[in-house]
């Protein structure tokens, strides 16, 4: 159990400095409740109490304080032994506040809302060439975008009190500027400044992030490996990213650029990666390497009208390894190699216990995985002492949009105050 401030009474750690207003003292604690209950349903107060350190009273009046709110709601009465008062279990509510989470791509823009407690409001994909253009229409589409998952949200009787977008890129974070994305062609684009203009009255915190890390909260948050401490998740789409959790954090490194995983050079000879240099790894594993060897004769084009995204061309792919096509079978073994070869140098840096892969790696896992796994065992530095595996995500090609999404639910738990009042609704025209 956590050591407690008794004048505060909040739960603390040696070392952990400590709030000194009332105000913050009292969001600290609120937040320590929905941080609970959003991973443990069904907690009662003297479950929360024992579990938090907090004492009876406090929790019970923080508790009224989020029931008032809708944010907590209380569940079907439990009755523990033949005697004795009944338990009254709670759960994280909030169907009133909503997150929005948007992902956009090379060919794509993904959406995905949801309330506080989970529950999904708009979830939805669709074609777009975001290269042609430029930022400029990008922007413009993505905040149209934007404004009408809002409206689908309001529907659902939910307004978003924060907008989450994941760019295939370096993004700072801090200040929500997309420092390089290579496969969009952006440079020093303030993402969240022009997107939040571009909003209207609505006016709500945007975050940006990379789609890789995103992705990569989302499996850590509701995944195949959901809660694993150490974990490399892999996007597989036009270019490949990763988001990397150690000790159960996401890692983002002394200036927030960490996952960039696609670059790594494994063959300096090779091929011009979008990224201007020689031999990447993305040049390896990419859908575009893929299809190029796969289907020479369909040249990976992003616009591409027949299949106008990457799940199009990965579904084409594995009917193909159905039937049993042999080029098709070659080329995705070539892919698994090399695929293995990088997830050993992984294994080697962050010593994982698995590594999730995302996008087109899971749609083709059945064909891709024993490859990529035989390699990665065979490269290891540990040998077998390595417990490092391959497993597919089964999120879909959402995952980025989702953990974006997920992010602003984090946000909102870590400082409830924001929404301890409804939100205005916004009338969407």
């Known amino acids: 159990m956590p050591h407690v401030n008794q004048e505060y009474n909040v739960p603390y750690t040696a070392g952990t400095a400590l709030p000194t207003s009332s105000p913050m003292v009292r969001q600290t604690n609120l937040s320590l409740v929905l941080r609970h209950l959003r991973d443990h349903a069904c907690q009662s107060r003297a479950d929360i109490a024992e579990v938090t350190g907090l004492h009876r009273a406090t929790v019970s009046n923080l508790v009224s304080q989020l029931v008032d709110r809708r944010l907590v709601q209380e569940v079907d009465t439990e009755h523990v032994g033949a005697i004795g008062r009944p338990r009254r279990p709670l759960a994280l509510h909030g169907a009133h506040i909503g997150a929005l989470g948007l992902e956009i791509n090379v060919d794509h823009i993904s959406v995905h809302g949801s309330d506080l407690g989970g529950r999904v409001l708009v979830e939805r994909r669709v074609g777009f060439d975001s290269v042609a253009g430029g930022p400029d229409r990008a922007l413009r589409v993505l905040g149209r975008t934007a404004l009408e998952a809002v409206e689908a949200m309001e529907r659902a009787e939910a307004v978003p009190a924060g907008l989450g977008v994941a760019v295939p890129g370096l993004v700072d974070v801090a200040r929500g500027v997309v420092t390089f994305a290579p496969n969009l062609g952006w440079r020093d684009l303030p993402l969240a400044e022009r997107l939040s203009a571009s909003l209207g009255p609505w006016s709500v915190p945007v975050s940006v992030d990379n789609d890789a890390n995103l992705a990569a909260v989302a499996e850590h948050t509701s995944g195949v490996a959901a809660g694993t401490p150490h974990l490399v998740y892999l996007t597989g789409d036009v270019g490949v990213g990763g988001g990397i959790f150690v000790d159960g954090k996401l890692l983002r490194g002394a200036d927030g650029f960490s996952g960039e995983v696609g670059h790594l050079p494994v063959d300096p000879g090779g091929a011009r990666c979008g990224c201007g240099r020689h031999g990447c790894w993305e040049t390896k594993v990419g859908l575009a390497a893929l299809v190029r060897t796969a289907m020479p004769d369909r040249a ?53 216990r698995v590594i999730v892969v995302g996008g087109y790696f899971a749609t083709l896992a059945e064909w891709l995985l024993p490859h990529a796994q035989a390699e990665l065992e065979r490269l290891v530095v540990a040998g077998s002492a390595n417990q490092c595996r391959f497993v597919a995500s089964d999120l879909g090609f959402g995952a980025a949009s989702r953990g974006a999404a997920s992010m602003v639910v984090n946000r909102l738990i870590d400082h409830p105050t924001m929404i301890m009042d409804p939100p205005p609704r916004l009338s969407v025209i």
């Open 300 to 352: 990976y084009q992003p616009a591409d009208p027949q299949v106008s995204d990457p799940e199009g061309y990965a579904t084409e792919i594995a009917g193909g390894l159905a039937a049993g096509d042999r080029r098709m079978m070659d080329a995705v073994a070539r892919v698994g190699r090399w695929l293995g070869l990088g997830g050993s140098i992984l294994a080697n840096l962050f010593n994982p």
